[in-house]
């Protein structure tokens, strides 16, 4: 069955600094799909980032980045210099690859990120 | 990216009533879309998947009776609460799907979600 685990339900920093949210998974599929969405109090879910099973490289874009390590399970995001403006909740996800139900998301339960000035 | 559009975006209803949430693809055709729910400070958990003319696929203890999903064309799904309550109120959000390349799997994209409130 799929899973996702972000054990973290909120984190508070303080402005300027990184901050690092966890998400675990688990899947039975050799090939699946990673993601990251930010959601702030509009609601509006925001694609952050996928990330394929077979790709294991690290990924930046700008301040953010990724570590994907399939040993553990793990799929990290880290904001580097955190600001205000990135205070939402970020959800981690994962995505089936085949059978009926192809692309559904299983979401965690999401980490509350509040940044203070 | 692709666009997907819901209507309304906020919509307030007194018990008993029924209400039709909108979800559109703008820009693409969408093979597939769903429905999610999320409560406050909740995660979202998904309602059920439609495929453009068949009927809809409802997750465990979503009542079909109650949530009736149309997916009539590649560009439009809607959801209607049927005799909504108070329990209902929740933030609706709907996707729509496609299938990309290998690298990039199947493709969703997110509407931008439909607070429903029932009094």
């Known amino acids: 069955a799929q899973k996702v685990t972000q054990a973290q339900t909120e984190i508070s920093v303080v402005e300027k600094e990184d901050v690092t949210l966890d998400c675990v998974y688990e899947?039975?599929?050799?090939?699946?799909?990673l993601f990251w969405y930010k959601q702030p109090p509009s609601g509006e879910l925001v694609f952050l980032i996928r990330r394929n099973s077979f790709d294991e490289q690290n990924e930046i874009s700008g301040r953010y980045s990724w570590n994907f390590q399939k040993s553990t399970s793990s799929f990290n995001f880290t904001i580097t210099a955190s600001q205000v403006v990135d205070s939402a909740v970020y959800f981690c996800?994962?995505?089936?690859?085949?059978?009926?139900?192809?692309?559904?998301?299983?979401f965690g339960r999401g980490t509350q990120l509040t940044v203070w000035p | 990216g692709a666009v997907v559009s819901q209507h309304p975006s906020w919509v307030i209803c007194k018990s008993g009533t029924s209400v039709k949430i909108e979800c559109r693809s703008l820009d693409f055709q969408a093979t597939t879309m769903f429905w999610y729910r999320q409560f406050p400070k909740q995660s979202l958990m998904l309602m059920a998947t439609s495929n453009e003319g068949s009927k809809a696929t409802y997750e465990q203890g979503v009542e079909k009776d109650k949530f009736l999903i149309n997916h009539a064309s590649l560009t439009l799904s809607t959801l209607t609460v049927t005799s909504a309550h108070p329990e209902d109120s929740s933030f609706y959000i709907c996707s729509g799907g496609r299938q990309g390349s290998l690298f990039v799997g199947y493709e969703q994209y997110f509407g931008p979600g439909t607070r429903l409130t029932v009094t």
């Open positions: 996800a994962l995505s089936e690859t085949r059978g009926s139900t192809l692309g559904r998301l299983y």
């Open positions: 899947t039975r599929d050799t090939t699946y799909y």
